[in-house]
């Protein structure tokens, strides 16, 4: 056990250097602003979206009461579809399972996987010497400035185009100016170059349908659908809380997500269900056509089944990971990420530090930064009351504590 | 003390001793709580009371308390042999001791207006000397088995003295009776009326003109509290549109959407707070209004704070004080 001055201490002293980091503030006032932008005019156009969230919010928390059903009856129809289906019980059976896909010496690209975040992945299977490289931009270049994500859906959202040029300039030992297309040109240039030596492509799924086995996966950069077509091996991490019913209810709940996350119209949805395949020689089937050969998909429990039957801190599981509620919190405007464990963000990141792959101690600071302001409430698609859930998250913080 | 709740910050078990120690979390005396009222002459029995719940009297002497915080950290020990007169005791004495009553009094004043709005409204009501804080920051930290004690505390404090409606000069202790209480103590059923519900009901009735001596431009700052747990927004609106003499502007972020001040993790992260104080600050200056009106006295000293820090030329003003100025000035 840490000791808690110690915890606290650690948690304020980068979260502080953090808030006096005039680069940061601008890169955040930037990030902010323009999202704000983006999501008024996203529901302008799409004002529908308003009345769809509440569809989604009754369906999710529906959902929580069914996990395992419904875990299980996606399962059962990707293995239909010819996918290898695993279920991870804790964060080191998962990273076994994928360690024992992947092996040693290979090439992997992975595309924001927030199960990845939780788990370490990157981290882990660089430890088995594989070449490890993330192809979402932003967090491209949060592996090139070797720190942990500060967003879910923009993961380096406080990083300025100046920063970002003086780390592309170091990587490819050329002089990139801090002009946003020259950089992202460069960064395209130099993954384009990764995806075709790839071994593995890893994703993660926004929302899975049960009844058909087909993951969504959101993206507006066309990397996760790159990785996930040109890698051999396609091996998917999705937490248990994503599944949903039919794929009807995923179509919903992939919208409210894109929207509430500040896009219109997300550039590239993939639905995938399956490894390739044809039949198109005497009608037989043969997996691994022009896609991947192999699809293996892992469904993350760590912390999940046991936190949706908890009757009050369940809303956090809820969450469909759009981070409004982060651009929109006042304390986040100043700290972005370090308000955060090492994987989830803000007061419902609070919640999920403490039962999802974290600890009640690692989200003690976290959870006592919380203004329980309210104004995260009032914008989130799925209405998670943080008001009742961070006393209640406090309660258990106390009284863990007590008993040690 | 030192064993118990390590992972609860030693800042926030400070407040929590203070509060079962003197029935508030900065441990002020009941005589200094009801200083104010000394000469007002107000009835101490009554169905319908004004309860202030000690907040606006320790506002003076937090900032003092959050420069000794910031000094000891998260120290542990230190808060351990607080209540033997340990360093962080003596520090504190100190502090304390530099809060002028200059600065004290500038809080009394906005309580004794309280109090005369509400005779001049035509309003009856009693102050209870011996009032004690509602808990609501017990409840917010989570120690909930404290909080109920407080609460328990508190009701048979109103139904010994016979109350039957509160009128809360916080959103804060507003919330905790009207939402938290009832979840704790199941026969808790007071009626609770945030200040402003209740003048602007009076206001309504009794259809007075309001005016200020001279033009003023003023934004409002909606306390969270107010705006989103009460639902109160139209209200302050409502009664600050009708003053003559008065220019109300909104700021960006305003109603159910309101900035939150940062004032709630001023003892645990004190410069982080202060960065929140001193964006919304910025944030009510860019209306280019003179002052900034809020509703809650811990909003009212925190946003004076991040004021400074922004070196903006902002007054920040209660809504007690402008609505007593309007009623001076104003007639029937």
Redesign the interface.
């Known amino acids: 056990m840490p000791d808690?001055?110690q915890?606290?201490?650690q948690y304020?002293d980068a979260?502080?250097r953090s808030?006096?980091d005039p680069d940061m503030a601008l890169g955040l006032f930037r990030s902010v602003s323009a999202y704000r932008e983006r999501k008024a005019r996203a529901l302008e156009r799409f004002p529908h979206t308003v009345e769809l969230a509440e569809e989604v919010r009754k369906l999710k928390r529906e959902c929580l009461g069914r996990l395992d059903e419904l875990v299980e009856k996606a399962s059962a129809s990707l293995k239909e579809n010819g996918a290898q289906v695993y279920y991870a019980s804790k964060a080191q059976d998962a990273l076994k399972i994928i360690g024992q896909i992947v092996g040693s010496g290979k090439v992997v690209l992975s595309g924001k996987t927030l199960t990845g975040e939780e788990l370490g992945l990157r981290q882990y299977l660089e430890g088995l010497s594989n070449e490890f490289w993330e192809t979402d931009i932003a967090q491209f270049i949060q592996q090139l400035r070797e720190e942990k994500p500060m967003h879910y859906v923009y993961p380096s959202l406080h990083v300025t185009r100046e920063e970002v040029a003086k780390l592309l300039s170091k990587l490819l030992g050329r002089e990139i100016p801090p002009d946003i297309p020259t950089e992202v040109r460069a960064i395209r240039e130099f993954l384009r170059g990764k995806y075709f030596q790839a071994d593995f492509g890893i994703s993660g799924g926004n929302v899975v349908a049960a009844d058909t086995g087909t993951i969504f996966l959101l993206e507006s950069e066309g990397n996760i659908r790159m990785l996930t077509n040109v890698s051999p091996v396609h091996i998917a991490l999705v937490g248990i809380e994503k599944v949903v019913p039919t794929i009807e209810d995923a179509f919903k709940v992939a919208e409210v997500t894109w929207r509430y996350a500040g896009f219109s119209v997300p550039l590239y949805v993939s639905l995938i269900s399956g490894p390739s395949g044809t039949a198109d020689i005497e009608n037989t089937l043969v997996h691994g056509s022009s896609g991947p050969v192999e699809l293996h998909v892992i469904f993350l429990d760590n912390g999940r089944s046991e936190l949706a039957k908890d009757p009050i801190l369940k809303e956090a599981l809820t969450c469909i990971k759009c981070g409004s509620c982060l651009f929109e919190c006042?304390?986040y405007?100043?700290?972005a990420g370090y308000y955060g464990g090492h994987a989830y963000f803000g007061g419902v990141g609070a919640i999920l530090t403490a039962h999802v792959g974290g600890s009640?101690?690692e989200a003690?600071p976290i959870?006592?930064?919380?203004?329980?302001?309210?104004?995260c409430?009032?914008?989130c698609p799925q209405q998670i009351d943080l008001?009742q859930l961070?006393?209640?998250?406090?309660?258990?913080?106390?009284?863990?504590?007590?008993s040690? | 003390m030192k064993s118990?709740?390590?992972?609860?910050?030693p800042a926030?078990r400070l407040l929590s001793s203070n509060i079962a120690r003197s029935g508030n979390p900065l441990g002020l005396k009941k005589s200094e709580c009801a200083a104010w009222a000394s000469d007002l002459h107000l009835p101490s029995q009554g169905t319908t009371i004004l309860y202030t719940g000690c907040e606006y009297q320790m506002t003076s002497y937090l900032r003092p308390l959050v420069e000794v915080l910031k000094r000891v950290?998260?120290?542990?020990t230190l808060f351990s042999t607080f209540s033997a007169g340990g360093k962080l005791g003596i520090g504190l004495m100190k502090a304390y001791t530099k809060v002028t009553s200059q600065e004290s009094e500038q809080y009394n004043r906005i309580l004794r207006m309280a109090a005369l709005n509400l005779r001049k409204l035509g309003i009856d009501f009693a102050y209870l000397e011996e009032e004690l804080y509602s808990g609501a920051l017990l409840?917010?930290?989570?120690?909930?088995e404290d909080f109920e004690q407080q609460a328990k505390r508190v009701a048979r404090q109103f139904e010994e003295a016979g109350v039957r409606k509160i009128i809360a000069l916080s959103p804060h202790s507003a919330e905790a009776f009207q939402q938290i209480y009832p979840k704790f103590i199941s026969t808790f059923d007071l009626e609770v009326v945030p200040y402003v519900c209740v003048v602007a009901e009076a206001l309504n009735k009794r259809g007075l003109k309001l005016a200020l001596p001279k033009a003023l431009s003023l934004t409002i700052h909606d306390p969270?509290?107010l705006a989103?747990?009460l639902k109160v927004t139209e209200e302050p609106r409502k009664i600050l549109q009708s003053i003559a003499n008065l220019d109300l502007r909104e700021t960006a972020l305003n109603r159910?959407?309101?900035?939150?001040c940062?004032a709630?993790?001023d003892t645990?992260?004190p410069?982080?707070s202060q960065?929140?104080a001193t964006?919304?600050a910025e944030e009510l200056a860019a209306t280019g209004a003179q002052a900034a009106v809020t509703l809650c006295p811990f909003c009212h000293s925190h946003l004076r704070r991040g004021v400074e820090l922004a070196g903006k030329k902002l007054e920040i003003v209660d809504f007690i004080e402008v609505l007593h100025q309007a009623l001076e000035v104003g007639r029937a």
């Not at chain 1, 959870?367 to 104004?375: N, P, V």
């Not at chain 1, 961070?390 to 007590?402: F, H, Q």
């Open positions: 808690a001055k915890l606290f201490e304020y979260l502080l808030a006096q006042p304390i405007q100043i700290a009640l101690v003690a959870a006592y930064t919380c203004l329980k302001c309210g104004r409430t009032e914008l008001s961070i006393p209640e998250l406090r309660r258990r913080i106390a009284n863990a504590a007590k040690k | 118990l709740r390590p992972y609860t910050p926030l950290k998260f120290k542990d409840y917010e930290y989570g120690l909930f969270c509290h989103r747990s159910e959407l309101t900035n939150c940062g709630p993790c645990v992260f410069e982080l960065i929140a964006k919304r």
